[in-house]
T-cell receptor, first 117, second 113 residues
């Protein structure tokens, strides 16, 4: 199957700093990537849809100035958490859209655990 | 009412048992149905993908979709300790990747020796 990587896998930062998370499709090109957030023992919450070469589409309630998304190439999307606060601590997961014949689905990265002190 | 309902478990079974995991949904527009497996502190891994009603089998895994009842199932035969994980159902009204997925809350499964 398609492989999606994320970096870093874990990050600890001080409150007020910005953190960048990278999502890469390793063996395919992804015109569309998705960013999710997951709280402990909860399901995935879609934050935004990232399209290569255009602005991201954010879900209701997600601050676009707080969570900056850049999808500058067909294999890389980045999520920057700006001026992070403890309530931003969470597990952030990206996924990439994969099309094969008539089938489309999403493949997920391994996730990035963010802890803001 | 949530769009997708899934019993969070935890579900504990002995090794070798047949496991049945289920989701119900309310949106009749859902056409594409997926099951993902998520190990602790890892990203979800796609297990099964089905379109509309019917069954699909892949090794020890069988996915069933009953659109008339708005009910989907994942069966795991000969369950192994390595199957211990959280299983998430996901569904979409159109193509499964390019459009948003709606997830269940996940069912935590533990297969014991």
């Amino acid at each position: 199957g398609a492989v999606v990587s994320q970096h870093p896998s874990r990050v600890i930062c001080k409150s007020g700093t910005s953190v960048k998370i990278e999502c890469r499709s390793l063996d395919f090109q992804a015109t569309t990537m998705f960013w999710y957030r997951q709280f402990p023992k909860k399901s995935l919450m879609l934050m935004a849809t990232s399209n290569e070469g255009s602005k991201a589409t954010y879900e209701q309630g997600v601050e676009k100035d707080k969570f900056l998304i850049n999808h500058a190439s067909l294999t890389l999307s980045t999520l920057t958490v700006t001026s992070a606060h403890p309530e931003d601590s969470s597990f952030y997961i990206c996924s990439a859209r994969v099309s094969h014949r008539l089938q489309e689905t999403q493949y997920f990265g391994p996730g990035t655990r963010l802890l803001v002190l | 009412q949530k769009e997708v309902e899934q019993d969070p478990g935890p579900l504990s079974v002995p090794e070798g048992a047949i496991v049945s995991l289920n989701c119900t949904y309310s949106n009749s527009a859902f056409q594409y149905f997926m099951w993902y497996r998520q190990y602790s502190r890892k990203g979800p891994e796609l297990l099964m993908y089905t379109y509309s009603s019917g069954n699909k089998e892949d090794g020890r895994f069988t996915a069933q979709v009953d659109k008339s009842s708005k009910y989907i199932s994942l069966f795991i035969r000969d369950s192994q300790p390595s199957d211990s994980a959280t299983y998430l159902c996901a569904m979409s009204p159109l193509t499964g990747g390019g459009n948003k997925l709606t997830f269940g809350t996940g069912t935590q499964l533990k297969v014991e020796l």
